[in-house]
């Protein structure tokens, strides 16, 4: 079985991660062969992919809306005798779906990897729209997600994002990592996110200035960069930035979320809906207790009262409220950091996305009866043995010539 990943880049972020560890997971079956197509001159291992079992091949997009990349595509799919393309992204689809139903390949539609709410004139929406009638399936990382783009349940499949435990081993010593970030206070209140608009970064700090006033004993970290990063920076006053520390961008977060007493991801809802958020598994990958906005997929992944707190949207009231009430009770973050890590293991395991990606792909080869029952084989090999999406436990490459 002949695989085709396309992408738009191989950097930072959480579309990227989970490619890369899907990969590795595949890597072990000998009946799977995994290209990685790049439309970005840019591949640099951010992430360690294993090129003896996975080729990644550059696809340089010259403008937003390359038309060469449908032929650059076609030769691919066709040269490398592909028999499944699955797109990563909305605009990724937009060349895919064509490319593939021309070359007789299965095309796994993944665009979905977000919950907004949605507007008719939203770009992933439209090319959503436009692409989902030529996809075998559509597979998202959430259930808010196919909700949010109104993926039907005919055609769509929930497969969660795997956390691969290696990540939080060998990590930096605690204390001199404290001693390194000039941490002097007992609690750690972190957010591990990119400073755009969708990231609700106003109410973290908001919420941090309050919890300044009110006690000493506690240090904020903000960890990453972006367009608003020094916007959000110079609305502190200078005498509290030794307390509100802002990291920027950071290459060992697994370290620094290690520190976290809580961590937090405040989500601007108005423009954003999250999916599964990567930053967020981290944490509770960790034993950390979690405060997150209850919207998207995010109340999938956090149970409120269980693994964590969930708080209404741009409400500092509620977060203050629920980070005290973390910070107060040792006793309820500890058992409810352990939950958490509980569910990462179980619900949101590396092995359990890989499985669930297997049986997807096993079940698109079946090509043997009509449109409809190749579509019956697909969600039967989705949810065989892996119960996608539910909460149970669950416990060589070619070149291209």
């Known amino acids: 079985m002949r695989i085709l990943h396309f992408t738009d880049c191989l950097r930072i ?12 997971g595949l890597r072990v079956h000998r009946d ?20 003896q079992h996975v080729q990644i091949i550059p696809i340089v997009r010259r403008s937003r809306r390359d038309l060469r990349i449908f032929k650059t595509l076609y030769e691919l799919v066709t040269n490398l005798n592909i028999d499944i393309v ?13 490319v593939a139903k021309l070359c007789g390949a299965a095309f796994v539609n993944g665009f979905v990897r977000d919950a907004p709410h949605m507007t008719l004139w939203n770009k992933h929406y439209l090319r959503g729209k436009l692409t989902s009638p030529f996809s075998d399936v559509v597979v998202a990382n959430s259930r808010a997600g196919l909700a949010a783009y109104d993926i039907s349940e005919r055609r769509g499949v929930c497969i969660y994002n795997g956390f691969n435990p290696e990540r939080v081993l060998n990590l930096t010593d605690e204390a001199e990592l404290r001693r390194t970030l000039g941490l002097t206070t007992p609690n750690i209140v972190g957010m591990v996110a990119n400073f755009t608009p969708y990231k609700d970064y106003a109410v973290f700090v908001e919420m941090a200035r309050r919890i300044c006033q009110l006690r000493d004993d506690v240090t904020f970290l903000a960890v990453g960069d972006g367009p608003t990063f020094s916007q959000m920076r110079d609305s502190v006053p200078s005498g509290q930035l030794p307390r509100l520390k802002f990291l920027g961008r950071r290459n060992d977060v697994e370290n620094i979320a290690n520190l976290f007493t809580v961590g937090v991801l405040a989500t601007n809802s108005r423009l954003h809906g999250e999916g ?16 997150a906005t209850d919207d998207g997929g995010t109340p999938e992944l956090v149970l409120d009262g269980q693994t ?8 500092a009231d509620a977060l203050t409220d629920r980070v005290l009430r973390l910070v107060n009770d040792v006793e309820l973050a500890t058992r409810l950091g352990m939950q958490g890590r509980r569910r990462i293991e179980t619900t949101f395991s590396l092995d359990k996305m890989t499985n669930s990606y297997l049986g997807l792909y096993r079940g698109l080869m079946d090509r043997a009866g009509t449109r409809d029952s190749r579509r019956g084989a697909i969600a039967r090999g989705a949810r065989a043995g892996v119960e996608i999406c539910q909460d149970s436990d669950a416990s060589g490459g070619s070149k291209w010539k």
Not at 13 to 22: F, K, M, N, P, V
Not at 32 to 51: L, M, P, Q
Not at 276 to 291: D, R, Y
């Open 308 to 315: 964590g707190f969930l708080v209404p949207s741009h409400d």
């Open 276 to 291: 599964i958020s990567n930053a967020i598994t981290e944490i509770m990958a960790l034993g950390k207790p979690v405060v």
């Open 32 to 51: 799977i062969e995994s290209f990685v197509a790049v439309a970005s001159e840019e591949t640099a291992d951010d992430w360690e992919i294993d090129r």
């Open 86 to 98: 699955h797109s990563w992204g909305s605009m990724c689809s937009v060349y895919a779906a064509p």
């Open 13 to 24: 972020g959480g579309r990227e991660r989970q490619i890369a560890e899907l990969m590795k």
